[in-house]
């Protein structure tokens, strides 16, 4: 209560003394400027006007809050603002793409035995679907956090001289333009549900009695697990997976716009790439998108 009191004290008092200032025609320079701190804490000065900066005056980047399928899980209550309910994300994945291969497999009598590869024995399903397909998920959060600190160093390390800030503002807008782009993920989910599809099966695919297949007189035909699995499952890990190369797309273009500008490096800095050094880190944020590869 006496903070509140003493603060709103001192606001009448600054009213005043501001009042009678602009009645004289006087004005205070920009370096005398007082910023009034509020109760949630101090404003942020803005170096141009000696105003408080509102952190929406730049472009936020985050290569993964945006695109259709944001917004649709974002809808569904199956994303956040901030990624949240990345559990409720996993285990609707893998109830969509494997659980429904086991039920089937079940049903079909091909869960254990009868076929030469047995749902139970398909190694290379259960590390798909449960581990490389939560680990990409999961990797959104990693690369939403680490990616926007690093982009925010430019700024904090002092590297964009007044003349390219907003330059380097444009680029962000740009990429985050591309990010959102409906097309290119439409473009994205047709090569995933279409193209994708003679892939597998001309590389990928068992010629042999499975789970998901039965060889008829050399003539493959799916059984209903074999259905889910390659019409539904294989195409959503896939399209999941396309949209990790689409952002590291987006990532390399950005990095290369970035580069065209002029920064203001220093050649005597201590991590030996002129205050560049923070982007190294962006390989470790993008570790977890090469690693399912070691499960699928």
Same mark, same amino acid.
């Given at each position: 209560m006496q903070r509140r009191k003493m603060l709103k004290q001192f606001r009448e008092t600054l009213s005043k003394r501001t009042t009678r200032h602009a009645r004289d025609g006087s004005t205070s320079p920009r370096a005398y400027v007082l910023q009034i701190p509020s109760? /949630?804490? @101090? @404003?942020?000065?803005?170096?141009? /006007?000696?105003?408080?900066?509102?952190?929406?005056?730049?472009?936020?980047?985050? !290569?993964? !809050?945006?695109?259709?399928?944001?917004?649709?899980? #974002?809808?569904?209550?199956?994303?956040?603002?901030?990624?949240?309910?990345?559990? +409720?994300?996993?285990?609707? %994945?893998? #109830?969509?793409?494997?659980?429904?291969?086991? !039920?089937? %497999?079940l049903v079909n009598g091909s869960f254990l035995r009868g076929v030469s590869v047995p749902f139970l024995y398909d190694l290379d399903v259960h590390a798909r679907f449960l581990l490389s397909l939560p680990l990409l998920i999961a990797a959104e959060v990693l690369v939403h956090r680490r990616l926007r600190q690093?982009?925010?160093?430019?700024?904090?390390?002092? #590297?964009?001289?007044?003349?390219?800030?907003?330059? *380097?503002?444009?680029?962000?807008?740009?990429?985050?333009?591309? +990010?959102?782009?409906?097309?290119?993920?439409?473009?994205? #989910?047709?090569? /995933?549900?279409?193209?994708?599809?003679?892939v597998w099966e001309s590389a990928a695919s068992l010629h042999t009695n499975t789970w998901y297949s039965q060889i008829?007189?050399?003539?493959?035909?799916?059984? $209903? %697990?074999?259905? $889910?699995?390659? *019409?539904?499952?294989?195409?959503?890990? +896939? *399209?999941?997976?396309?949209? $990790?190369?689409?952002?590291?797309?987006?990532?390399? !273009? *950005?990095?290369f716009r970035v580069s065209r500008l002029d920064l203001r490096l220093n050649a005597l800095h201590p991590d030996r790439a002129g205050g560049l050094g923070f982007l190294g880190?962006?390989?470790?944020?993008? %570790? @977890?998108? @090469?690693?399912? +590869?070691?499960? /699928?």
């Open positions: 109760e /949630s804490g @101090p @404003p942020v000065p803005n170096p141009v /006007s000696g105003a408080p900066k509102s952190v929406s005056e730049h472009p936020d980047f985050s !290569l993964v !809050l945006g695109g259709p399928l944001y917004q649709i899980l #974002l809808r569904a209550h199956m994303d956040g603002p901030a990624l949240e309910l990345l559990q +409720r994300r996993i285990v609707a %994945a893998v #109830l969509i793409t494997w659980l429904p291969l086991a !039920l089937l %497999a690093i982009v925010d160093q430019f700024k904090d390390r002092d #590297l964009l001289p007044p003349e390219v800030e907003h330059k *380097f503002d444009s680029i962000i807008a740009s990429a985050m333009r591309l +990010r959102n782009s409906i097309v290119i993920e439409m473009v994205l #989910l047709a090569v /995933s549900f279409t193209g994708g599809y003679w008829d007189n050399g003539t493959a035909s799916f059984t $209903w %697990a074999g259905y $889910w699995y390659v *019409f539904f499952s294989i195409p959503i890990f +896939r *399209f999941v997976l396309l949209r $990790w190369y689409f952002r590291l797309c987006i990532w390399y !273009l *950005f990095l880190h962006s390989a470790d944020a993008f %570790a @977890p998108v @090469p690693w399912h +590869r070691q499960f /699928s």
